[in-house]
Structures are given as structure tokens and as C-alpha cells.
């Protein structure tokens, strides 16, 4: 069985800053893509960035150039750096991994919540 723990969320001013991080546990042979995800209030879940194992990442137009994912494969955990926060980015944020456990699948984190606001 596998499980992701998100955390770091909370209530930030505008133009602040948080750090999300999501650790995967269980027996776990091999994580290939680790994502973030979002989904604000009356819409879609949306994908915001993801990193490959060898550390490649990849960012939506919305949050590049203010968030920073980014993994540590010895503990198994993603992390997501978001500065210069706007009212927004306003969303449940998920993590996601595609990971080996006796197949490939994605498994899905249960959302941590992030609010910007004053």
C-alpha cells in the first residue's frame, strides 16, 4: 500500500510565500514523475509542474517563473516552492506519482489547502 502525505499549506498575503511538501511511503520500488496538481473552488483539477527522477521540471505558464518543484529521491518526497503568491493561486494542491509498487499507477495525495488572501 502506498501513501502521500501533503503539507505546508495555510493563509498567505498576497505576493507572500509557501512551501509545500508531499513524501510517498510504502513499498515502493521506483518513483518516475512526481506532480503537482491544484483545483480551485468550481473548477477543474489542473496540473502546475512535475520533475522526472533525474530532476527535469517542468512548469504551467500560470506559475512559471514563481513556483519551484523540486524532489529528494532519498526520502521519496516532492516539494513545491511558491513565492510571489496571487489571490489565484488560490486551490487545493495535490501531489501525484507514477511509481512502481507491483505495477505503474499514479497515486494521488489528499490535498492540502492554500489561500492567499488579506
Known amino acids: 500500500q502506498v501513501q502521500l502525505v501533503e503539507s505546508g499549506g495555510g493563509l498567505v498575503q498576497p505576493g507572500g510565500s509557501l512551501r509545500l511538501s508531499c513524501t510517498a511511503s510504502?513499498?515502493?520500488?521506483?518513483?518516475?514523475?512526481m506532480r503537482w496538481y491544484r483545483q480551485a473552488p468550481g473548477k477543474q483539477r489542473e496540473w502546475v509542474a512535475h520533475v522526472t527522477s533525474g530532476g527535469t521540471t517542468t512548469y504551467a505558464v500560470p506559475v512559471k517563473g514563481r513556483f519551484t518543484i523540486s524532489r529528494d529521491n532519498a526520502k521519496n518526497t516532492v516539494y513545491l516552492q511558491m513565492n510571489s503568491l496571487k489571490p489565484e493561486d488560490t486551490a487545493v494542491y495535490y501531489c501525484n506519482a507514477y511509481l512502481f509498487l507491483d505495477s505503474w499507477n499514479d497515486y494521488w495525495g489528499q490535498g492540502t489547502q492554500v489561500t492567499v488572501s488579506s
Open positions: 510504502g513499498s515502493i520500488s521506483s518513483i518516475n514523475l
